[in-house]
């Protein structure tokens, strides 16, 4: 069991250890990418430009007469509302529950049936007067 577990620590400080080596040649590779880039940029050289500018002036105002406003008429514009239809969200309304009436099948007692039966006898039995005490000879 120990065996095991060593083995298990020795695979997993193998695979830490690839881990890290492979992210530090990532890094290595961006900054050698960032340098080249840099080496093969050409180098700026300061020029002096020199760009011409026109400047307008203008002449000086002439003295003309100004114009003569007669009065006039004022317009106005008579406003009237005019409807314009829109589109608008209506919902419709929930089914009202009517109640209808569903038949239900119940059962019913036959009709009676006359049938052939003779009433059962009537037995009477005799009743005894009251005993009495008498002496036979």
């Known amino acids: 069991m120990a065996l095991k577990s ?18 530090a040649c990532y ?9 080249g880039n840099q080496v093969n940029q050409p180098t700026r050289t300061p020029t ?14 002439l003295n003309l007469p100004t114009p003569v406003v ?12 005019t409807w314009t239809p829109t589109v ?12 209808t009436s569903t038949e239900t099948v119940t059962e019913t007692a ?8 003779l009433p059962p006898p009537t037995v009477t039995q005799p009743v005894d007067p009251d005993p009495t005490n008498t002496i036979a000879p």
């Open 48 to 61: 002096i430009t020199q760009t011409a500018t026109v400047t307008y002036t203008s002449a000086p105002p």
């Open 88 to 99: 608008t969200f209506t919902p419709f309304a929930t089914r009202t529950r009517t109640i």
């Open 6 to 23: 060593e083995q298990h620590a020795r695979t997993r400080s193998i695979l830490v250890t690839i881990i890290v080596a492979s992210v």
């Open 110 to 117: 036959p009709p009676p049936t006359e049938t052939n039966t």
């Open 70 to 81: 007669f009065p006039s008429a004022t317009q106005t514009s008579t406003v009237t509302e």
């Open 27 to 35: 890094c290595v590779g961006i900054i050698f990418l960032q340098v």
